[in-house]
């Protein structure tokens, strides 16, 4: 059998043992619904278990928000020093009503000392990723308009994903009008990020520094070795778990990756799971890669 279909078929193998494993691992979990999307921006090994399946984004959609910023940045139409005054207040996009968010409800109540006062863009920016400030959040989006961000997501190739509101807006909830995203959504975002299609050079490393500074890291980065290199975002609402980003092997280029989970009660089993399936992942992805050799010279 000549080297490279040899080379073809364990790869094959590898991908098909992968996917085995991950499904057996989601049925360890009864109910739950998990969606798995991988692309490997070296070899281009892609691995889609329901990767079109349409989830609530929780705070995954904090990545867009964070690039449409930057973008803002580097088309000029917003200083990079800019900063906002911050209001904890906010109209609902169904009827212009008024809300507010509750720092108890928020996993970074630290922001909220800072309503009434001028907060640099890039600040509310990284507590929004780091920390998943709801208040940066929706302070950034009403600077910078759902529709907008969502139709730069869908140019980096998030064909699925709408942002259509900031946080906590209850009344936009009980019409069911949600902020949604795919796994093949949230690996299209990152993969344009590490190919520097969101930004220039200098605007892709701060991005990514700011996503390597992510303080949750019980889910994807709980399946890798320790000391390995991700920048990525979470994210949660009731039952529901999510985890996205690029995970970087030594000197080489990352893999982006998503796994997205409904119908999980506890925080818990549904932290052991990704982290399972980010192991999973993990040792598929070092398996020899498809490569045809060169036949040496005589």
Same mark, same amino acid.
Not at 20 to 45: E, F, H, M, N, S
Not at 249 to 276: G, H, K, M, N, S
């Given at each position: 059998?000549?080297?490279?279909?040899?080379?073809?078929?364990?790869?094959?193998?590898?991908?098909?043992?992968?996917?085995?494993?991950?499904?057996?691992?989601?049925?360890?979990?009864?109910?739950?619904?998990?969606?798995?999307?991988?692309?490997?921006?070296?070899?281009?090994?892609?691995?889609?278990?329901?990767?079109?399946?349409?989830?609530?984004?929780?705070? /995954?959609?904090?990545?867009?928000? @964070?690039? &449409? $910023? #930057?973008?803002?940045? !580097? =088309? +000029?139409?917003?200083?990079?020093? *800019?900063?906002?005054?911050?209001?904890?207040?906010?109209?609902?996009?169904?009827?212009?009503?008024?809300?507010?968010?509750?720092?108890?409800?928020?996993?970074?109540?630290?922001?909220?000392?800072?309503?009434?006062?001028?907060?640099?863009?890039?600040?509310?920016?990284?507590?929004?990723?780091?920390?998943?400030?709801?208040?940066?959040?929706?302070?950034?989006?009403?600077?910078?308009?759902?529709?907008?961000?969502?139709?730069?997501?869908?140019?980096?190739?998030?064909?699925?994903?709408?942002?259509?509101?900031?946080?906590?807006?209850?009344?936009?909830?009980?019409?069911?009008?949600?902020? /949604?995203?795919?796994?093949?959504? @949230?690996? &299209? $975002? #990152?993969?344009?990020? !590490? =190919? +520097?299609?969101?930004?220039?050079? *200098?605007?892709?490393?701060?991005?990514?520094?700011?996503?390597?500074?992510?303080?949750?890291?019980?889910?994807?980065?709980?399946?890798?070795?320790?000391?390995?290199?991700?920048?990525?975002?979470?994210?949660?609402?009731?039952?529901?778990?999510?985890?996205?980003?690029?995970?970087?092997?030594?000197?080489?280029?990352?893999?982006?990756?998503?796994?997205?989970?409904?119908?999980?009660?506890?925080?818990?089993?549904?932290?052991?799971?990704?982290?399972?399936?980010?192991?999973?992942?993990?040792?598929?992805?070092?398996?020899?890669?498809?490569?045809?050799?060169?036949?040496?010279?005589?």
């Amino acid at each position: 059998m000549p080297g490279g279909e040899a080379a073809a078929q364990r790869a094959n193998a590898a991908q098909a043992a992968a996917r085995a494993a991950l499904v057996a691992r989601i049925a360890q979990v009864p109910g739950a619904q998990v969606a798995i999307a991988v692309y490997d921006l070296r070899t281009g090994r892609r691995l889609d278990i329901d990767g079109d399946t349409v989830f609530h984004a929780a705070s /995954t959609m904090k990545v867009p928000v @964070l690039f &449409a $910023l #930057f973008r803002e940045f !580097e =088309r +000029g139409r917003i200083r990079s020093n *800019a900063t906002m005054l911050l209001e904890n207040r906010f109209a609902s996009i169904v009827d212009g009503s008024p809300y507010a968010l509750n720092p108890s409800d928020d996993s970074d109540s630290t922001v909220y000392a800072m309503i009434g006062t001028e907060v640099p863009l890039k600040m509310l920016a990284s507590r929004m990723i780091t920390h998943s400030s709801n208040l940066a959040t929706n302070a950034l989006i009403t600077r910078l308009d759902p529709v907008r961000i969502t139709a730069l997501a869908r140019g980096f190739g998030a064909t699925s994903m709408v942002v259509r509101r900031g946080v906590e807006d209850n009344v936009a909830f009980r019409a069911g009008l949600n902020n /949604t995203t795919t796994a093949n959504d @949230l690996v &299209a $975002l #990152f993969t344009a990020l !590490e =190919r +520097g299609a969101v930004a220039t050079g *200098a605007g892709t490393r701060e991005m990514l520094q700011i996503l390597e500074a992510q303080a949750f890291n019980e889910q994807i980065p709980a399946g890798l070795p320790p000391g390995t290199r991700i920048a990525h975002k979470t994210g949660a609402i009731t039952a529901t778990w999510h985890d996205a980003g690029l995970v970087y092997r030594t000197a080489r280029a990352p893999y982006a990756i998503a796994i997205l989970t409904r119908a999980i009660p506890e925080d818990a089993v549904a932290d052991r799971l990704i982290a399972d399936c980010s192991r999973i992942v993990w040792d598929w992805l070092s398996t020899p890669e498809r490569r045809t050799r060169r036949a040496p010279r005589p």
